[in-house]
């Protein structure tokens, strides 16, 4: 009998304690499968913080199906398919570990699949508001990942840029549009004006970001994950093609087929920049979330333009350590200023920005 006057006390107990577990693992799993978001979350307070923790750790479980090489596409579609089964069943985020049980890829990113089940447990102890944004672009997203798998059972081979441009939609326009849902949810300084100004550059936060990321990771992707998302049509139209993407003599070729996809990012990242100063200056953990991946794309870009490492088997650009530190204290202290963020990037496209070495 007092067992069973108890046992409903102990259920919410429990329960606690399950969600506090998953809330730790995500805390530790970032810095693991993220340097960039795991240094920007980190500004942001609250229930705020703790969505776009959450909805970065889904996107990041539905990429790691998507990049898996090793998985038939039959199996891949299905994976998917039950990830997102998971936002309506927590008996299936419960067993989702052993159903992906074959995923391979970076052993954080695959410690992070194997236990989707704590991410959703973290998810449904979000706002109701943030559940219903999270869930609708993380649906978005993986819609379209499962579509380009379809269309590229032997591995993701873009054809023309508005296929590449509909990617790029897909994978990270969505976490522009969700991100500015969850502005306009949790800042008071966000609201229906300044959502309705940041809608049209959204995505282009987004993609661009991805677009800089894809460029300097063109060789790992091909090594690595099978995919190619450099058009075949531009490498054509200077003599090359998918399969000499990491030829030696083709990389002049090759560089000139990637000029377009530089360009292109260029133009983003300026729409980024915009983005982000349409952003209150009085929101100031928000601001400081959209300059520190800002500042390292802008950076990364720049050296991009005068390498071809990233055309070479094994090879990536990568900005140094320095600049990284000298981002980090350089940007927090400028995000109050439109005119002081302006220039900061001004003098990293200009050349590398180390503390001590720039006029």
Known sequence: MIQTTLEPLLQPKQQRQVEKQAERF???????????????????????????????????IADTLEDDPAVATERKVLLLECFLECFESSELADKFAALAHPVTGE????????????????????PAQSQIRVRHWVVEMV??????VGLHPQGIRIQTLSEYQEYCYYVAGTVGHLLSDLWHEHSLLVGE???????????????????????????WDVEHENA??????????????????????????????????????????????????????????????????????YATLRDLCQSTAMLQS??????????????????????VSDRGVRWLIKQVRRAPFVLGETS
Not at 107 to 126: G, I, K
Not at 317 to 335: C, D, H, T, Y
Request: glycine share 4%; aromatic share 8%; charged share 20%.
């Open 26 to 60: 995500c805390q530790e799993i970032l810095s693991k499968v993220s340097r960039t978001f795991a240094l920007s979350i980190r500004f942001l307070p609250g229930q705020l913080g703790r969505a776009v923790l959450c909805a970065y750790l889904l996107c990041r």
């Open 107 to 126: 052993a954080a990113h695959v410690e992070l699949v194997q236990h989707t089940d704590l991410v959703f447990v973290m998810f449904r102890t979000l």
């Open 143 to 148: 819609r379209g990942m499962k579509k380009f």
């Open 193 to 219: 004006r300044e959502y309705e100004l940041l809608l049209p550059k959204c995505e282009a936060f987004g993609e661009a970001l991805q677009t800089v990321n894809i460029l300097k990771d063109i060789a």
């Open 228 to 297: 190619i998302y450099v058009p075949e049509q531009s490498l054509l139209a200077v003599g090359s093609s998918h399969q000499l993407l990491l030829s030696p003599e083709h990389t002049e070729h090759n560089r000139a087929a990637v000029a377009g996809l530089i360009e292109l990012a260029w133009r983003d990242l300026d729409e980024a920049l915009e983005y982000t100063l349409l952003i209150p200056r009085a929101a100031v953990p928000i601001r400081l979330f959209c300059i520190l991946p800002l500042l390292f794309a």
């Open 314 to 335: 094994g090879g990536s650009v990568k900005i140094s350590r320095n600049e990284v530190k000298s981002l980090m204290l350089a940007g927090p202290m400028s995000v």
